[in-house]
């Protein structure tokens, strides 16, 4: 199983920018595709951006113009840039790799947002 270490969460004034770093473990990073999800207290955990192996692109709708995501195969790393932050995009953001019917999850990093 792929392990995953995410890494860049902090506390962000609103309309700041904050970048995400997610590594990946194992030779299947570049054979998988690559999300970030997020879990706001109380809330269900909900996807924030999802990148192939093709490095075709989608987002969440409250996230869409604001959030980008990319990845690097030769350093194993996915990566979320969030810009313009808003209270409600705090959360814990979670990492999480697909190879196949293999899902796998980081532990979470902490973004807080404050107004």
């Known amino acids: 199983q792929v392990q995953l270490v995410e890494s860049g969460g902090g506390l962000v004034q609103a309309g700041g920018s904050l970048r995400l770093s997610c590594a990946a473990s194992?030779?299947?990073?570049?054979?998988?595709?690559m999300s970030w999800y997020r879990q706001a207290p109380g809330k269900q955990r909900e996807l924030v951006a999802r990148?192939?192996?093709?490095?075709?692109?989608n987002y969440g709708d409250p996230v869409k113009g604001r959030f980008t995501i990319s990845r690097d195969n030769a350093k194993n790393t996915v990566y979320l840039q969030m810009n313009g932050l808003r209270p409600e995009d705090t959360a814990i953001y979670y990492c999480n790799a697909k190879f196949f019917d293999l899902n796998s999850w980081g532990q979470g990093t902490q973004v807080t947002v404050s107004s």
């Open positions: 194992g030779s299947t990073f570049s054979r998988s595709a």
């Open positions: 990148i192939t192996t093709t490095s075709s692109t």
